[in-house]
């Protein structure tokens, strides 16, 4: 096998607990989001634009449907001949199998995965986050400062420093200091979890880490706060633009409610960097004569005979006569009946909401999530869709 | 499919009126429907009847075609055995890529040969159409029939150019006409033959050596007495998408929901190219009413009973109204577009006022700045 001077391991097994039942059946990476994507098309295309054409997929809760989008990554570029796309779920080994027990210990089980090809340096990325960059620059600045590690940083909101890893950094980006989601954070630099490690070093560090026995095996908790005791080169690399973990119900719908801004923060219209989908395969949009659409975003084989304001609709989505749908992300091949009002709602896959319904209120800013396939009546009866 | 079918779309001399529009492109690839070309529908149905060997007989200008079909896998046509295969003149004399359909056949008679499939549907390009082709090939056994020709029962084709056809009570073929006249019937052929592959092989040869080329005019027409000729009546949507006026009128029938829930879903869906566009995007102070919108658009102005294929661009102020916009087209702030049928890469700059007719819109070719 060829070496690769530096491999992509994406960790994807994530609950995303905090999606509730948006998750239920569902690993977060899978999550719908802006129109036409899943969240781990961000990544996947950051790979595909970064010129990386190795990309392993770590996997665990929830994989099935994850595993059927991916498929062998063509969406992507990444059905290579040598390297390409790997789902690495947990395995079974001589000695018995375990669950990845945290994000390092995932990375340590498929250590056999990544040593044919010999990296020079492993990028570790995770498939939850919105953002758009480029890890070859990243890459660059690792070579340049000649760390071991590079953390790529992006300064958040102080109130929302202590959800992150933080770090302090000094005038060369060498982190100074790292502490893993303090209370009181004393810097705002965020760790996007996004690493670039060479790849010796990495390896040496996850033997260590997999003998502790009080360690969590986790990067933010462990290997890195390890390096820096060890006094390891550790650099941050600055990160200027757009970036948002959406692992809430809060934080997806404010994510997809960014698209629709005047000047969207994050531009999906970019040539340049496109964001890599499969492809739903569905008509162009039929915008009715009595539809009204403004402020959206809509996907190919929606059918609208309502009023659509500061919404995402999903491919499929057939919006009847009278509704309104306002301030919300709909997910794919979702009904809304005739004279159904939404508001500030997330609406799962396949449901729908009968004529008249009316879900959440324009004075509340309350969130209201309809779980995938629900079926939803003017007396609120929840039940299963059946599919014919 | 249960029986052994390859598939031909014969883009040989296909015909066309299209005007600029195929100036640099062949019918097969117009652009249609907000973001499919014309041959996605033949090429669909086959595919949705699971036909997995489908050859396409490329003649001129198909660098479009190339590009557009790449390896079939958009269209699940990649496979390890059989799949896409596009085939363009095996010939490097020009009077002999001007020669008839069934010659190029012969001149490809390896790949008909080499293919253990028993049958061939024969199709052009320009049928707009949804056709399930195992119900076609279930009708051919059970009639015995020695060639089934699908036609299609509609007094109006919206200007577009078909073969008429005459069947007798059972559906046996009395006539086929060889160019579009008049003869007084309201059943057209859709150019859509379906034979068992040792018949079409014999009769390239024996047309050949006769000194006759074309598949239609000679081979078939010649024998309607001495063969089992056989008319399947389609029952679902059909566009003869061959002159611009069937070209525009046919779009704008899309715009009829029922149309485009129909002939986009039923009884399969039509494949295309993906493009990983985003989806389209509507700002504040957008009008759109009764119109077929692609993903990839940005729509600032208004837009009423047009069609906009991906990544077109309405500016603040500008009307689009009965027009179809073909890919990455602008139309600059303030312009007003009506009855008009832009090609590709079009730019129309602001204050314009471009007005064409329902009966002959106005058509800009491709990269024209207005």
Not at chain 1, 283 to 309: F, N, R, Y
Not at chain 2, 64 to 74: V, Y
Request: include cysteine; glycine fraction near 8%; proline fraction near 3%.
């Amino acid at each position: 096998m060829g070496r690769k001077e530096m491999i992509a391991m994406l960790l994807a097994g994530g609950e995303g607990k905090r999606l509730g039942v948006l998750t239920k059946d569902l690993a977060k990476p899978a999550v719908y989001f802006g129109g036409k994507y899943r969240i781990i098309d961000f990544t996947l295309s950051n790979c595909a634009h970064s010129g990386i054409d190795t990309v392993g997929v770590l996997t665990q809760y929830q994989p099935l449907e994850l595993n059927r989008y991916l498929g062998i990554g063509s969406p992507w570029g990444l059905d290579r001949r040598d390297g390409g796309m790997t789902i690495l779920p947990p395995y079974m080994k001589q000695k018995g199998g375990v669950w990845y027990k945290g994000t390092a210990n995932a990375i340590y089980q498929n250590m056999s995965f990544i040593e044919p090809y010999n990296p020079e340096y492993v990028l570790i990325i995770s498939g939850d986050h919105i953002y758009k960059m480029d890890y070859e620059l990243m890459l660059d600045h690792h070579k340049r400062s000649g760390a071991d590690v590079t953390i790529a940083g992006i300064e958040v909101d102080w109130k929302e420093a202590s959800r992150f890893g933080v770090m302090h950094i000094d005038d060369e980006d060498r982190i100074t200091a790292f502490e893993e989601k303090p209370k009181n954070p004393t810097s705002n630099i965020a760790s996007m979890g996004v690493y670039i490690f060479t790849w010796s070093e990495l390896q040496k560090y996850l033997i260590y880490d997999e003998a502790s026995r009080t360690s969590n095996h986790d990067f933010g908790k462990d290997i890195i706060p390890a390096m820096m005791r060890d006094g390891k080169r550790l650099h941050s690399y600055p990160f200027k633009g757009y970036w948002k973990d959406v692992g809430t119900i809060e934080s997806l719908w404010e994510a997809n409610m960014d698209l629709i801004a005047e000047e969207p923060p994050l531009e999906l219209a970019d040539s340049d960097w496109r964001i890599y989908s499969v492809s739903p395969n569905q008509p162009a949009q039929h915008i009715g004569a009595t539809a009204e659409v403004s402020a959206s975003l809509i996907t190919e084989g929606c059918k609208i005979e309502g009023i659509v304001d500061r919404s995402v609709l999903f491919y499929g989505v057939k919006v009847e006569k009278n509704s309104l749908i306002s301030e919300s992300v709909i997910m794919p091949n979702v009904r809304i009946g005739e004279g159904a009002r939404i508001y500030r709602a997330i609406i799962g896959e396949g449901a729908v909401i009968e004529a008249g319904v009316t879900i959440g209120s324009p004075d509340d800013s309350a969130i209201t999530v309809i779980a995938v396939d629900q079926f939803v009546t003017n007396d609120h009866l929840l039940q299963e869709v059946e599919h014919s | 499919m249960k029986h052994k079918v390859m598939g031909v779309i014969n883009l040989i001399h296909e015909n066309d009126e299209l005007e600029r529009l195929t100036a640099g492109r062949c019918l097969a690839t117009v652009p249609f429907g907000a973001r499919y070309r014309l041959i996605d529908f033949v090429l669909s149905s086959m595919v949705n009847s699971g036909i997995s060997k489908v050859a396409v007989f490329a003649h001129t200008k198909y660098r479009s075609l190339m590009d557009h079909l790449g390896s079939g896998k958009h269209w699940d046509l990649q496979h390890r055995q059989s799949g896409l295969f596009v085939l363009p003149p095996a010939t490097d004399d020009i009077q002999e890529i001007s020669r008839g359909d069934l010659y190029h056949f012969y001149q490809q008679r390896d790949y008909f040969n080499r293919s253990p499939l028993e049958y061939v549907v024969i199709t052009r390009s320009h049928m707009v159409c949804n056709v399930d082709f195992e119900k076609v090939i279930q009708f051919h056994l059970d009639r015995e029939a020695d060639i089934t020709v699908v036609c299609k029962q509609q007094q109006d084709l919206l200007s577009g150019k078909a073969r008429k056809v005459k069947l007798t009570e059972d559906g046996r073929v009395t006539a086929i006409q060889d160019h579009y006249g008049h003869m007084s019937s309201d059943i057209s052929s859709m150019e859509m033959y379906v034979m068992r592959k040792d018949l079409l092989m014999e009769l390239v040869e024996t047309s050949l050596a006769q000194g006759q080329d074309h598949l239609v005019r000679h081979a078939i027409l010649s024998r309607l007495d001495k063969l089992k000729v056989y008319g399947y009546m389609y029952e679902g949507y059909l566009g003869v998408v061959n002159t611009l006026t069937s070209y525009y009128r046919n779009n704008m029938n899309l715009l009829d929901s029922d149309v485009w829930s129909e002939l986009f879903y039923q009884p399969g869906p039509i494949f295309t190219k993906v493009k990983d566009e985003p989806p389209a995007r509507y700002l504040v102070g957008s009008k759109v009413t009764n119109s077929l919108i692609a993903n990839g658009c940005r729509i600032e102005g208004t837009v009423i009973n047009s069609i906009l294929f991906r990544g077109v661009h309405v500016q603040k102020g500008a009307i689009v109204s009965n027009s179809i916009v073909m890919q990455n087209g602008v139309i600059g702030e303030n312009s007003f577009l009506q009855h008009s049928i832009l090609d590709k890469d079009v730019r129309v700059e602001a204050d314009r006022d471009i007005r064409g007719a329902a009966s002959a819109p106005f058509l800009a070719g491709k990269r024209k700045i207005i």
